[in-house]
């Protein structure tokens, strides 16, 4: 076996056929030209087709969700402080903080999901937004 240097980091030159690897388990990769014998992972009827344009009702909705969350947020904190009407009000503080959990969540994963789409990030599309009926 020759070790010659390559770019600064050393390389093996001699070749591995697969011959000279032993499988422990080997595999059977013939397929059959039978269109029954489909195993059902490419069916035409479960292709989900791209959208015509963004979900904009959807989009909408989630950045609502985020504002209203952001929002809820405030009054938890105001009223935690006391800001609101000078008492601090621990059952509202817990049930606005409840409140912009549940809001701010789902619409802030949904306007991110949006956000990378309308970018073009690979990897993300408007397919992946949750649509209602």
Not at 25 to 33: H, I, K
Not at 37 to 64: K, S, T
Not at 104 to 126: E, M, N
Request: charged share 20%.
């Amino acid at each position: 076996m020759k070790i010659e240097r390559v770019g600064g980091a050393r390389r093996c030159a001699r070749s591995l056929s697969r011959s000279s690897i032993t499988d422990p388990f080997p595999v059977n990769l013939s397929q059959s030209d039978d269109a029954a014998a489909d195993d059902g992972w490419a069916h035409e009827d479960r292709a989900v087709p791209p959208p015509d344009a963004p979900p904009v009702r959807e989009i909408l909705l989630a950045v609502g969700l985020l504002v209203a969350g952001c929002a809820f947020a405030g009054l938890a904190r105001a009223s935690a402080t006391g800001r609101l009407d000078g008492h601090v009000h621990p059952g509202a503080t817990g049930g606005f903080a409840t409140l912009a959990v549940l809001t701010f969540l789902p619409g802030a994963y949904t306007t991110r999901l949006a956000w990378y789409a309308a970018r073009g990030v690979p990897g993300y599309s408007f397919n992946d937004i949750p649509r209602g009926q």
